[in-house]
Every structure is written in structure tokens, then in C-alpha cells.
């Protein structure tokens, strides 16, 4: 074999030995090396092919071959010379090309970069900016920039396997002007060996973390810094950015819904509403790359991480454990062995920080831990957004708009029949965006729920649904909208199963579902009712409109139920309980009203149960049958049954009583309920 055959040998051996691309630390398939990175290794190479004296390669050929799925990077010497009389030529060649000395980001929290793009908050010595925004920094070469014969560009790349057309790979171009919208880099200061860029992003980019390189070009191909984590920059939605799809007007909204890392999240019942102080934390040590682990657990597709109904949508289901490994599992029996029980949760910080560390769902939340936890990937990344809850909640089992209450001829739930629950309230969260995927007009507030109660789209989650179609009844829009419309305006119906098999229905109710909506107050932690923007008013046109909209869009199909609405009963029955505190007495007050010139007889059925928030009934603590009699267009007070007597709530924690009374009308066989 030649001299010039070992040289070439040698050398490809140490190539690929030493540099098989692409790979996970951010090297490219096809990246160029010149003569003058590599001086070493050619000494060692012409050392090993037994040649004593200087050589230095005067031009040489770049060509990329692929081999068993591995780039390998080959050099052609197309001379060699051994004629001293050229090496101070040849040196000086080698040696003016433009390269990196050092890359300063202004990266600490008071820097300007941080603070112009509201991440000086974030506990965190990256680099983090929002996409759509120019941000500033500094490249040091080893000699002044000449803009007439060097040239450069900075790149940005996400993910194992970058490409241009997905956005993974992003080339920016220096450019005489930045243009909004696109991707550029402006000189604005060159002083001494130093250039500052100001770098304007695209308000569409992917949300991420990003490694960052500089591309110089010189005589010999493009050399390319190599991988430094320090120059590692995130990028994050920007609602300060009108081009933006999360952009959302108002500084104090944008202070609220992205910036604010503690909240209040309401919860207890309609006549008792408490409310309980949650930590975010969206901007502890560590929260942002747990946030972007979930995406990541999620496996999602890069290209779409861009997209706040994507991200909003993949967030839903992560949140909760139920089928895809994500961050919470959900526990409603009162049963915490090996876990924390849901209550004793106060922030999102500890639950996503353990998820990321072991890479395993937490035990235990509920549905204001779910929230709370969702609020705070959602605000981490960029998307505004706040916590709702919602006081008699339904949860609609069969997709029919209604929520139907089975009773037996006696007057007790049949639970058997009665698939559809109400829980006294139910926490999710809005997340603010455009909607380009919806008619004009739709976009705003978003519902998005991670509380696992059904299924979409083969995971549990729900939403984003947009408020706006929700409350006008448009329940064909995606994602979950008839879920959504179902929990805040949809009829409750008490139905009777007779013995014989028919179904006839007794009452409806069109207003006790949904009946407060609330969230925390901009700037303060007073409580907002925000129902207006879920549903008409009851007992509006618009309110029953909407609801026959919805109906018309594809709701499934009802029940068969015989018969039609009984007729008005001559005879109300109404009833009071006065504040139960849990593990003391209380009192219930029941008033039957006879409107007629007769006489009744009334049996009545008394039930008192504790149930779970979510209407699951844990235990009956009362049962009692009683007859009163109602002289004509009288009134009659019962205290606890026949006769005045006092309930005892067990100790019990988020649970709280629920009592039926129904009655049978002795004269007519009508009833009260």
C-alpha cells in the first residue's frame, strides 16, 4: 500500500471511530471538518503510516458516504507536498479562517434577554425565551468579522433526528432586517473580535428545549461549534406576542394567568363554598423540564408541540395515570395506602418533580389536584391559564344531554338504573388560545380537563372545548364540547322504574345543574362567577335555545321513557337542612304544601346518605317512612321525620349529606318531590 493509500486509511478509521454521527448529544449527519480542527489527528495519522517528515494537505474533498446506517466522513488529499518552500503559505491559509472562541447567551435573571421576555422568574441558568420576540447575544471569534468575506449563521435543533422541513432543525440567516414572523438574525454591535445579534424567532415555533450551534464558513467546508449544554436554549408560547396563538391582551391578565405561581382553587358545596391556597410553582428548580418530560412521556411529536390545542390536549391525558403512565392517579374511596391522600397535596411542585425523578405516576389526587397540577404545566409553558370549579356538576355516562335519576315505586335511587352522577362541584381548567380549527369567533377560554371520567379518543381526557360554543349549544365543534355542555346546562331528571318494566318521568329539573361557576379573582383571591360565559341565564330564550341546539348536534339518542311529564301535583314538598358540620347533629326541616280544596294523605320516604363530592354514595345513615296528613290549602313543617329528631354526621373528610324525600299522595296516587 502507498504513502498516500495509509494516510487516507488511517485516518478514515480514526473518523469513524471517533465521530459516528448522527447521534443524541446534537451531531449532524452531514457536518465538514476542516484540515486545521483535525492537525493533530493528521500528525498521529502520518506518524502511524511510518512518515517522519512535515506534510500538509493543500485541498481536499468532502464527501459523505452512507455505510450499514452510519455517516462516514471521508477526506480525499488531492495534494501533498512536501516542498517547505509552501508551508508559510499553505499555514496562513489554514489558520485565517473564522471560527468560535466563546458564545455569551445574557442569561442570568437580570439580564435583559430574561427580563424583556418575563422568564426572569424561572429558577433556571438557561437561556428561556418566548417565541416571537427577539432576544440578544454575543459570539467571540479569534478575529474581527469581516461581513465581506465571512460568513456564519447560528442554528437551533430539537429532538435525535433534526430536519428543516419539521421545524426540528432551524438555520438562522444574519439578515439586514428582522421581519416579523420569521426567523433571522441582525447584526447590531461589532467591537473588536466580538459581534452581537439581535435574533428574531418564529411566533409559531416549537416549544422546547433547543441545543444551539454556530455555522462558520471557510475555504475548507462548514465547521460548526461542538455540543455545549451551556448554550442550551428554551423556548416557550408567548401571550405578550399578538402573533402568537396564546396571545392574550391585558397586563393584568397575562400577570394572573401566566405569571402568578400561587392561586386559590374553590371547592365545597353551592351553600357552603370554602376554598383552599394552591402553590403553582411553575417557576421552582426543575418544573420546566419535568413539564416538558410529560411531553415527552407522551411520546409527542415534536412538530406539534408548537401547537397549544395539541399540547393542551396531550397535557389532559398525562395528567392523570388512568392509561398512559401520567402523572396522577386518581383515588376516590378514601383508600390511600402507599400514597398521599389527595387533601394533603398544597402545590403541583413536590408531585411533578417526583414524577419526572421516577419516572412513575403519584398517588393520589383528585379532581383539584388534577387542576392544579395541569394549571401549572399549562402556565410553565407559556398558556394561559386558570382553574374552575363548577357547583352541581353532572357527568353525563351515555352522551344523552340529561342527566337521568332512576327512582323505585317507593322513592329510592335505583342504582342499578342510574348510571349518570352529580357531583356537589367539579374543578377543571381553561386554557387560553386561538382556534383556527373553529369557525370565526371560538376561540378565548378553552375547557380542558385531565380529571379521568371518560374516555376520547381512546384516552381519558377532555378538551380543549371552546366556552364559546359550549354556552350557544355548538357542541359539533371539537374536542369533548358535549361532555363539557352536559356538566354545566343539562337537565336533571327523576325518573320511576315501575315493576312492570315502563319508565315514567316524574319532575325535571332545569336549574340545578351548573348552577355557580367560579374561578380566582385577576389580582386578588376573592372568588369570580364567571356562569355567564358557560350558559345563558336560566330560564332565558337563549338558555333553552342553546340547550335544543346542542340536542339538535348530535347528542345520542334518550332513553325510551313512556308517557310524557306527569301534571303539576297538587301538593309541594319542599325541605331545609341547616349547615352540617361534619361529626355534629343537624337538623332537617321538610314543608308539604297542599294547593288543593282536598284532603291528603301523603307516605313519604326519608333517605339520608353521605356520599363522595362526586355523588358516589359511600353510606345511608337514615331511613324512615312516614304518613302526614294535609287538611285543604294547608301548610305542614317536619322536622326530621315524623317527629322533630336530630341526624349525626359522622367525621368524615370531603363528603358531605345528601337526603331524598319523595312522597305518595293518599287521595290522588300522585306525588311530591
Not at 377560554?445 to 371552546?466: F, H, I, K, L
Request: some cysteine.
Amino acid at each position: 500500500m502507498d504513502f498516500l493509500q495509509r494516510v487516507r486509511t488511517n485516518y478514515f478509521k480514526i473518523c469513524v471511530e471517533s465521530e459516528k454521527t448522527p447521534n443524541s448529544q446534537g451531531n449532524f449527519k452531514k457536518e465538514n471538518h476542516i484540515w486545521g480542527h483535525h492537525n493533530a489527528r493528521f500528525q498521529v495519522v502520518l506518524q502511524s503510516c511510518g512518515h517522519q517528515d512535515s506534510f500538509y494537505p493543500t485541498d481536499f474533498v468532502t464527501s459523505i458516504l452512507e455505510e450499514s446506517g452510519k455517516t462516514i466522513l471521508f477526506f480525499v488529499f488531492a495534494v501533498i507536498s512536501k516542498l517547505l518552500s509552501d508551508v508559510p503559505q499553505l499555514f496562513s491559509l489554514c489558520v485565517d479562517y473564522l471560527h468560535v472562541t466563546n458564545i455569551h447567551l445574557f442569561k442570568e435573571r437580570w439580564d435583559t434577554n430574561k427580563v424583556d421576555h418575563h422568564t426572569d422568574k424561572y429558577e433556571n441558568n438557561k437561556l428561556i425565551v418566548r417565541r416571537g420576540q427577539s432576544f440578544f447575544i454575543q459570539i467571540d471569534f479569534n478575529r474581527p468579522y469581516d461581513p465581506r468575506r465571512d460568513l456564519f449563521r447560528v442554528e437551533y435543533v430539537i429532538g435525535r433526528y433534526p430536519q428543516e422541513n419539521k421545524g426540528t432543525y432551524i438555520p438562522v440567516p444574519i439578515v439586514p432586517e428582522l421581519q416579523r414572523g420569521k426567523w433571522g438574525a441582525k447584526v447590531i454591535m461589532r467591537e473588536n473580535r466580538s459581534v452581537r445579534l439581535s435574533i428574531q424567532s418564529s411566533p409559531e415555533c416549537i416549544v422546547g428545549k433547543f441545543r444551539m450551534y454556530v455555522a462558520v464558513w471557510t475555504p475548507y467546508g462548514i465547521l460548526r461549534t461542538s455540543r455545549n449544554p451551556e448554550t442550551d436554549t428554551y423556548i416557550l408560547f408567548n401571550p405578550w406576542c399578538e402573533e402568537d396563538a396564546v396571545y392574550l391582551d391585558g397586563d393584568k391578565e397575562r400577570e394572573e394567568y401566566v405569571l402568578n405561581d400561587i392561586g386559590v382553587i374553590f371547592y365545597g358545596d353551592f351553600n357552603d363554598i370554602k376554598s383552599r391556597s394552591w402553590s403553582y410553582g411553575q417557576f421552582e428548580d426543575g418544573i420546566l423540564d419535568a413539564c416538558l418530560y410529560v411531553m415527552d412521556k407522551a411520546q409527542m411529536d415534536l412538530s406539534g408541540r408548537g401547537n397549544p390545542i395539541k399540547v393542551s390536549r396531550v397535557g389532559s391525558a398525562m395528567v392523570n395515570a388512568k392509561d398512559d403512565e401520567g402523572v396522577l392517579v386518581g383515588s376516590w374511596d378514601n383508600i390511600y395506602a402507599y400514597g398521599v391522600p389527595p387533601s394533603a397535596w398544597t402545590g403541583s411542585v413536590d408531585i411533578l418533580l417526583e414524577y419526572q425523578s421516577t419516572k412513575s405516576p403519584v398517588r393520589y389526587g383528585q379532581c383539584w389536584v388534577f387542576a392544579g397540577v395541569f394549571n401549572t404545566f399549562l402556565r410553565c409553558l407559556g398558556i394561559p391559564a386558570r382553574v374552575i370549579t363548577n357547583y352541581f356538576s353532572a357527568h353525563d355516562n351515555d352522551a344523552n344531554l340529561q342527566m337521568d335519576i332512576f327512582l323505585e315505586e317507593d322513592g329510592n335511587v335505583n342504582s342499578k338504573l342510574t348510571k349518570d352522577s352529580v357531583w356537589n362541584y367539579h374543578c377543571w381548567n381553561e386554557a387560553w388560545m386561538t382556534r383556527p380549527d373553529l369557525p370565526v369567533g371560538f376561540g378565548g377560554w378553552q375547557a380542558v380537563d385531565s380529571t379521568p371520567q371518560e374516555n376520547s379518543d381512546g384516552m381519558y381526557r377532555c378538551g380543549p372545548a371552546s366556552v364559546q360554543a359550549i354556552k350557544h349549544g355548538h357542541i359539533c365543534f371539537q374536542f369533548d364540547a358535549p361532555f363539557v355542555f352536559a356538566e354545566v346546562n343539562s337537565d336533571l331528571i327523576y325518573i320511576t322504574a315501575k315493576k312492570d318494566g315502563t319508565h315514567v318521568v316524574e319532575t325535571v329539573d332545569t336549574t340545578h345543574i351548573g348552577k355557580l361557576i367560579v374561578t380566582k379573582e385577576v389580582g386578588g383571591d376573592g372568588i369570580k362567577d364567571i356562569t355567564d360565559t358557560y350558559k345563558f341565564q336560566e330560564g332565558q330564550e337563549e338558555e333553552r335555545l342553546a340547550l335544543e341546539t346542542a340536542l339538535m348536534y348530535g347528542a345520542k339518542k334518550p332513553l325510551n321513557i313512556e308517557g310524557i311529564l306527569k301534571p303539576r301535583s297538587d301538593v309541594d314538598m319542599n325541605f331545609d337542612v341547616e349547615n352540617a358540620v361534619l361529626g355534629r347533629d343537624f337538623k332537617l326541616t321538610i314543608t308539604f304544601q297542599n294547593n288543593s280544596p282536598r284532603r291528603y294523605t301523603l307516605l313519604a320516604y326519608l333517605s339520608g346518605n353521605i356520599v363522595f363530592y362526586t355523588g358516589v354514595s359511600k353510606t345511608e345513615f337514615k331511613k324512615e317512612t312516614f304518613e302526614v296528613t294535609l287538611e285543604p290549602l294547608s301548610c305542614k313543617l317536619t322536622e326530621g321525620g315524623s317527629s322533630p329528631g336530630d341526624f349525626s354526621l359522622p367525621p368524615c373528610l370531603a363528603w358531605c349529606c345528601h337526603s331524598v324525600i319523595t312522597s305518595c299522595q293518599g287521595c290522588t296516587g300522585g306525588s311530591a318531590g
